[in-house]
Each structure stands twice: as C-alpha cells, then as structure tokens.
C-alpha cells in the first residue's frame, strides 16, 4: 500500500551538531520525495526535495539523501541552530505522481 | 505566499451536523488536495483534485466528499460530523503533477481548525 515510516518521532541535538531523519517507501515507482518543515503553529512549506534520478541534493546547511534500490530517503541538517526547531515531515508520491504522501513527522528540539 | 485562503479557519460544531470547508485559490493551479493533520499521524490525504470536475480518494476519504466546479474552488464536505474527525485541516496546492512535472512543490493554506462535539 501507499506507506512512508519516519523515524525519529522526536529528536534533541545541541546547538551545532547535526541531525538526520529517515525515511522509508513501499512504492518502488514513486520517483519525487520531497521535505517539509512546519514551525510551531504554522503551514508546511517545503525546504527541500530529490527526484528518483538524483541520489544527494544539498542547499547550504541540510541535504536529503536517496537509496532507490532500498527505498530510503534521510535529511541531514548541519551545524543546527535553535531556529531550526520544527516538525519536519518526509513524503513520497504514489499512483501517477498525483499523491503525495507523508510520513508521520519529526519534533526536532535544537538546544542553545 | 501563495494565494491560497480557507474559510472557515476554526468552527466548533456537533456530532452530526454537515460541515463545509473551502479552500479558495488565486494561482490558478490544477491541482489541489484536502490534507488532515493529527498528533502522530501526519499529514494524511484526504481527497485530491487534478482539475475542474476531477477528484479521487486518498488515504482517509471516508465520511468525506469533495466538489471542485471551478478551478479556484476545493470544497470538503463532512455530511454528518463525528468526533474523529476533530483535527486540523489543510488544503494545498500543486503548480504541475508532483510526480512528473518540473516542480512538485505544494503550497498549503494556513489550515482550519474544526471541533466536533
């Protein structure tokens, strides 16, 4: 069926070390995974996304990695700041690319 | 931001009763979906929109329905309120086909926030 497992729920780092989320997707057609952040009372908004040809994409501190064949996508934040405390959720699209389905999400806590 | 408006962005109602939300966009963009947000679970599909007239299911559509007729307008139709569906809900938008277009990015509104008592 139409899945994707996140891992951690809840993560804690020290300000300036680095955090990676996983994830994992059952459809071996689904070819867009994309990341989203949501801050404390606010709508999602993508930070950033790998297609199923590209295996690593960075932008300046976080970078999302892709293994097709065992079908994991992680996002690694560097050198993390307070305000990169959020919820952040992976996703995958499914049937045709028309859905986007997303994992259950991270509580990420950066400490000053 | 882009231009996407729901209404109403919190309504408190009872078991039972029909409940309406709209998501009004100003993009112009085919695609659009109705998305529920609880602890734990994430954002789940709900039903989605791939122009005028067009909708399908996604992952927890039922006592739910959708109409789109024009192509700013989503509408989600609760038709008798039960308190499992208590959560908050968000619409969003696609430009192009996230699995096949140039950008797959979608662009949510600011969610509504709907109580059954």
């Known amino acids: 069926g139409e899945n994707v497992e996140q891992h951690p729920s809840t993560l804690s780092v020290q300000e300036g070390d680095s955090a990676v989320i996983k994830c994992t997707y059952s459809?071996?057609?689904?070819?867009?995974f994309p990341w989203y952040k949501q801050e404390l009372g606010k709508r999602p908004q993508l930070i950033i996304d790998i297609r199923s040809n590209v295996g690593e994409k960075k932008d300046q501190r976080i970078a999302v990695t892709l293994n097709k064949t065992a079908k994991h996508f992680s996002l690694h934040i560097t050198e993390t700041q307070p305000e990169d405390s959020a919820v952040y959720f992976c996703a995958a699209t499914y049937t045709g690319g028309f859905k986007t389905i997303f994992g259950a999400g991270t509580r990420l806590f950066v400490k000053a | 931001d882009a231009g996407i408006t729901q209404s109403p962005r919190h309504k408190v109602t009872e078991t039972g009763t029909p409940v309406t939300l709209r998501c009004h966009q100003t993009e112009n963009h085919r695609y659009m979906y109705w998305y529920r947000q609880d602890p734990g679970h994430g954002l789940r599909l709900i039903h989605y929109?791939?122009?005028?007239?067009?909708?399908d299911k996604g992952e927890v559509s039922d006592g739910y329905s959708v109409s789109r007729s024009k192509t700013e307008d989503f509408l989600l139709t609760l038709e008798s309120a039960t308190s499992s569906q208590t959560s908050v809900y968000f619409c969003?938008?696609?430009?192009?086909?996230?699995?096949?277009?140039?950008?797959?990015?979608?662009?949510f509104g600011e969610g509504s926030r709907l109580t059954v008592l």
């Open positions: 929109s791939y122009g005028v007239k067009d909708t």
């Open positions: 459809d071996s057609a689904s070819n867009y």
């Open positions: 969003a938008i696609s430009e192009t086909n996230p699995g096949q277009g140039r950008t797959g990015e979608l662009f």
